[in-house]
């Protein structure tokens, strides 16, 4: 599988990354029926590099944390 970082999500994908990233205790089955969608899609999408970037980039949004904000105490 090759990774497409110009890959646009669908509207379903866009709001299961809302979800895992706002909470992500919510279980894939929970996330499959509430979005209509069989739990083997859930399984794909998180498969799938452009929607695990976008489930990061969202939860790092949610948490307050801006890329470079944080850096390594040695």
Same mark, same amino acid.
């Given at each position: 599988?090759?990774?497409?970082?110009?890959?646009?999500? $669908?509207?379903k994908q866009k709001l299961?990354?809302?979800?895992?990233?706002? %909470?992500?205790?919510?279980?894939?089955? @929970?996330? *499959?029926?509430?979005?209509?969608?069989?739990?083997? $899609?859930?399984?794909?999408?998180?498969?799938?590099?452009?929607?695990?970037? %976008?489930?990061?980039?969202?939860?790092? @949004?949610? *948490?307050?944390?801006?890329?470079?904000?944080y850096k390594l105490v040695?």
């Amino acid at each position: 599988m090759s990774y497409n970082s110009n890959k646009q999500l $669908t509207h379903k994908q866009k709001l299961a990354v809302e979800v895992m990233a706002v %909470s992500p205790r919510f279980n894939q089955k @929970e996330l *499959a029926k509430e979005l209509g969608v069989c739990d083997k $899609t859930i399984v794909n999408w998180l498969n799938d590099p452009t929607v695990i970037d %976008s489930i990061y980039k969202r939860y790092m @949004e949610v *948490a307050g944390i801006k890329k470079g904000m944080y850096k390594l105490v040695g």
